[in-house]
């Protein structure tokens, strides 16, 4: 039943007060009277405003009707939309019909007498007023006028203000246990409904939305809930993301003034401003199926503004589209990739169109780096780090090489691994530092982040129904700067993952709601050879290739190497394995990937 | 903090006397709702 509009227009009460009287009941009939048709008098516009909180049916109304078998039927709306005295029909009933009716249907147990509320529910705009009536059945079994549609819970509302794009749910709760979903039983009289207290599991609901939803300073949205009508002092709420994690400065509780709840009852909680109350609780990362990324890839860059507490030199990016060449180039003029991001580009590190400015040597800003290495090295190509061991792991892990400066060891499973801030120690972008080895993301952040895991990756890597991330392909127009890549964002439960290689622009709401990874192509020279120095970029805007932390192995196959996850120009993801551009798998891990950090906490 | 005052209905009883089902039948008037304002504390954890 919706009165949508009711509780809006205010300045129209007066006229919609002299409607009502109009069709009043006639001097002596009972208040509300059963017998009164009003639906020729009441325009749908009219009854809508009405003040004084006058239910009115609505076309696609329906309820349920049990039979004496217990067999239970949909009634619909066929004549009577927008009054309150409505017929309802049911072109399939058998039986006999039997004495209660329930409103709305969906909301009906499957017993009589009983109700069900889901623990789930999508947001809508149609207020869920609960409510029951006996069937009082007249002599002919004409029943016209006969049954009276009586409150069995209260309604709550809440509006939520500028809300954040990761949002997408919105839980009622009760922190002592009280029911609030499930089955209850209607009460003899029918003026509520009872259920078990306490039970485990069912003392909240969840109202979910899509991504976006009232994202912007004025955007709002409505979130209304039937709660059951009791007394309560323990009633709270929280907005979530896609992982029905709290979204921190969310939750806040409602006094005992506001929820002495009776059937019938519509509290109305005043605006929550989301965006305010969040602060700045997740400026450090977007959650992607509970993993923390950070909110750019990791750069470094010896004169421009460091990180707090990181390396000198090294920070993220500010946004999530930036990369070394996405700063100077990326116009759709220069890179005719199209929106379906299929072509690619070659482009030249080092160059003086890439240097910020001629005092800074070929090594001050890289954001391509080889695997396991760490500094200035991590950019230097040619002290490749592997792994003898399969499936060794280096995230959140720093190790001292051994050999020399121009010669260190390979094997980074035959390290030893520092501690403390050992881990920590200093390695100038001006001058080469070999002797550390490990996870560069968590050495330059100083223990704050981390690269990726083979599980944080394995979430990101979006099939249809396999439960994992969404995955849209797009770009993002940065000025005139058209950056191609993927979209993750978390798939929720009361979803179906989506994986949609068609590229959309997307907007920055878009990019706050998930984590967005440029294309930002791969160096694919292994540096050995003098010619290429390692300088050269291929694929930007048409690739993606990341690197996470696990090296799987040297037997077999694509599993050799370290692990990342690469999209191509198609937009397709592959996941777990080196690049096959290089044929050389021992020397894939000095190939220059893009690092996009994990939190690490 | 707004109350309206919600009107006096007569509640028919419960499990009245089955009929068969002969077609159509009308529903009449609903309940009207009691608006109030509600607060908010700070902590909800």
């Known amino acids: 039943m919706r009165i949508r509009s009711w509780l809006m227009f205010g300045a129209a009460a007066a006229l919609a007060v002299a409607c009502a009287k109009e069709s009043a009941p006639e001097a002596g009939t009972p208040d509300g009277a059963r017998t009164v048709t009003l639906s020729a008098a009441l325009a749908d516009t009219r009854s809508a405003m009405d003040t004084d909180g006058k239910v009115t049916w609505t076309a696609d109304d329906a309820i ?15 004549e009577g939309a927008g009054t309150d005295y409505a017929k309802f029909t049911c072109a399939t009933f058998t039986g006999t019909l039997s004495g209660t009716a329930v409103y709305p249907y969906a909301y009906a147990g499957t017993e009589e007498g009983t109700l069900t509320i889901p623990r ?36 709550m509302e809440f509006t939520l203000q500028d809300v954040p794009a990761y949002a997408c749910a919105f839980k009622l709760y009760s922190k002592t246990g009280m029911q609030l979903n499930g089955t209850y039983t209607l009460t003899d009289d029918q003026t509520g409904v009872t259920g078990p207290t306490a039970a485990t599991g069912t003392n909240d609901r969840i109202i979910y939305f899509p991504y976006k939803t009232a994202y912007g300073a004025d955007a709002t949205v409505k979130i209304l809930a039937a709660v059951p009508a009791y007394a309560y002092t323990d009633l709270a709420v929280r907005v979530l993301d896609g992982d029905e994690d709290i979204i921190e400065g969310t939750a806040k509780g409602i006094p005992a003034s506001s929820t002495a709840l009776r059937a019938g009852l519509y509290v109305r909680m005043p605006a929550l401003d989301i965006r305010a109350l969040v602060g700045t609780k997740r400026d450090k990362f977007v959650k992607v199926e509970g993993v923390k990324w950070a909110k750019g890839n990791l750069r470094a860059w010896m004169n421009g503004t460091d990180g707090e507490g990181w390396q000198q030199g090294w920070n993220i990016y500010d946004h999530q589209w930036e990369s070394q060449f996405s700063l100077k180039y990326g116009q759709v003029s220069e890179l005719a990739s199209g929106i379906d991001g299929s072509s690619v580009q070659t482009l030249t590190l080092d160059t003086d169109a890439f240097k910020e400015d001629e005092a800074h040597s070929v090594y001050t800003h890289f954001d391509y780096f080889s695997w396991g290495t760490i500094g200035r090295a991590a950019r230097v190509h040619n002290q490749q780090v592997t792994s003898n061991v399969a499936n060794f792991d280096l995230t959140g892990k720093v190790f001292r090489r051994t050999g020399t400066a121009t ?13 403390g801030d050992e881990r920590f120690e200093a390695s100038p972008l001006d001058g080469s530092n070999p002797l550390l080895a490990g996870d560069v993301a968590f050495w330059a952040s100083k223990g704050q982040y981390r690269l990726p895991t083979r599980d944080d990756v394995n979430k990101l890597y ?10 849209q392909a797009g770009y993002y127009m940065d000025g005139t700067n058209k950056i191609n890549g993927l979209l993750f964002t978390t798939s929720p439960s009361w979803e179906e993952t989506r994986y949609n290689t068609a590229a959309v622009e997307f907007t920055e709401a878009d990019m706050e709601s998930g984590l967005f990874l440029p294309k930002t192509g791969e160096r694919t020279t292994n540096a050995k050879t003098a010619s290429y120095d390692a300088k050269t970029v291929k694929f930007f805007n048409g690739w993606g290739v990341y690197w996470c932390g696990t090296y799987g ?49 | 903090m707004k109350i309206m005052k919600k009107k006096e209905y007569q509640t028919p009883a419960l499990r009245v006397r089955p009929v068969a089902f002969e077609g159509n039948f009308m529903l009449s008037n609903v309940d009207p709702v009691d608006i109030q304002d509600g607060s908010w504390e700070e902590d909800g954890l």
Not at chain 1, 64 to 78: E, I, P
Not at chain 1, 407 to 419: M, V, W, Y
Not at chain 1, 462 to 471: D, L
């Open chain 1, 120 to 155: 789930y529910a999508e947001r809508t705009d149609v207020i869920p007023f609960v409510m029951a009536s006996a069937i009082a059945a007249g002599a002919s079994g004409d029943l016209q006028g006969e049954l009276h549609f009586h409150h069995v819970m209260a309604v």
């Open chain 1, 462 to 471: 979006a099939r249809n129904g396999e439960g994992r991330a969404h995955m």
């Open chain 1, 407 to 419: 010669s260190p060891a390979t094997d980074i499973s035959a390290l030893e691994e520092l501690s």
């Open chain 1, 553 to 601: 192995g040297r037997n077999a196959g694509y599993e050799d190497c370290a692990i990342h996850i690469n999209f191509t120009g198609g937009n397709v993801m592959t996941y777990g394995y080196t690049s096959k551009l290089s044929n050389t798998i021992t020397g894939q891990t000095v190939l220059g990937n893009a690092i996009r950090p994990v939190l690490n906490d």
């Open chain 1, 64 to 78: 349920a009707v049990y039979n004496t078998d217990g067999a239970l039927f949909k009634f619909t709306v066929s």
